[in-house]
């Protein structure tokens, strides 16, 4: 998925949030996606490196 997709679905969450009052699930949900991007990322260089390493 392209980063800028993740910038709409943060977008619409933080409209939700403001008209329903959730600024901290928003704020905490904008973590985990941060943490869940950087595991992924992390993850891909692990496998490009382990391929490498076989092919």
Do not use: C, D
Not at 40 to 54: A, D, F, M, R
């Amino acid at each position: 998925m392209k980063g800028y997709l993740y910038g709409i679905y943060a977008l619409i969450i933080a409209i939700v949030s403001i008209f329903t009052g959730e600024i901290v699930t928003f704020i905490m949900l904008g973590f985990i996606l941060i943490s869940l991007q950087n595991i992924h990322s992390t993850l891909k260089k692990i496998l490009e490196v382990n391929q490498k390493k076989i092919g």
